[in-house]
């Protein structure tokens, strides 16, 4: 008999559960009509998707998934630690793909050859400051750069914009008065990012329904560092591509949402095939 699977990672969504996930969001993606550039360059398996967590991270990752989804990408995205400590939402999180983004799970799915996405910001890119909109905030995370390195996968940098143009941040995580919220945050969840104090539509923390733009670039390949994961500096190469890759896209996408005539909410109803 074959050994029990004793990995902690959660099986790969049916086509059950992603039909699901994709007709809740049906009416979301009808009123915010991302658009994507590049997704020739995603593979529907064996590469690591890299890529800017926006400001909250609530509309950016479910849609950019889904919008993979819907074209073949059945990918499995790693999500922050803090998720998976909140009851239900963790849950919620799994059915959709989603795993705790572990070094141990990261190597399985890979050891597995899933098409596999990452936010290296994590909490912190999610809590930006008021300075930090679409910049990215790595810190000196090296994990995603080992893994693409010793599993030789190809990393595919991408970008998201517009969700952070959907809110207004009042109070960040730097400010003396959300140090409670910050304290809890740290206690219950494990994170010092605790949640910051925003204005979306009207007075309200409902963030603005603004077009999103994906970009998805060219393949980053590792093969050349091959062996070389526990070397700081192969790694660091590795994450500077990639940090440079998507900040160029991000720029492509700002540009093209200036440039979009139909980027406001009334021009995207008006026309239904915009």
């Not at 190597?107 to 008021?130: C, I, N, Q, Y």
């Not at 109070?171 to 919220?181: F, G, R």
């Not at 660091?236 to 980027?263: C, F, Q, S, W, Y």
Request: proline share 7%; net charge neutral; no cysteine.
């Amino acid at each position: 008999m074959p050994n029990a699977d004793t990995t902690s990672v959660p099986p790969t969504p049916t086509k059950a559960d992603v039909t699901a996930a994709l007709n809740m969001m049906k009416p979301l993606r009808r009123v915010i009509k991302p658009k994507v550039y590049g997704i020739e360059n995603v593979p529907t398996e064996r590469a690591l998707l890299v890529g800017n967590h926006n400001t909250l991270g609530l509309v950016d990752a479910p849609l950019l998934a889904a919008e993979l989804w819907e074209r073949g990408r059945m990918v499995r995205s790693l999500g922050d630690h803090a998720h998976f400590k909140i009851p239900g939402w963790g849950e919620a999180l799994t059915r959709m793909g989603v795993v705790d983004g572990t070094r141990e799970n990261a190597s399985e799915l890979m050891r597995r050859g899933d098409l596999v996405m990452v936010f290296p910001g994590g909490g912190r890119e999610v809590a930006k400051r008021k300075n930090e909109q679409y910049k990215l905030v790595w810190k000196n995370r090296l994990g995603f750069a080992r893994l693409a390195i010793q599993y030789g996968y190809p990393i595919i940098p991408f970008a998201s914009v517009g969700a952070e143009h959907g809110i207004d941040i009042i109070l960040d995580n730097d400010s003396p008065l959300l140090a409670p919220t910050k304290f809890l945050a740290e206690k219950l969840l494990g994170t010092p990012d605790g949640p910051m104090l925003v204005r979306g539509v009207g007075l309200t923390p409902v963030p603005r329904p603004e077009r999103q733009y994906y970009w998805f670039g060219e393949a980053i390949d590792t093969t050349e560092f091959s062996g070389q994961e526990a070397n700081d500096n192969a790694a660091r190469k590795v994450r500077e591509r990639t940090a440079a890759a998507i900040e160029h896209g991000i720029e492509l996408m700002l540009a093209e949402r200036e440039a979009d005539p139909n980027r406001s909410l009334v021009g995207r109803l008006l026309r239904s095939d915009s």
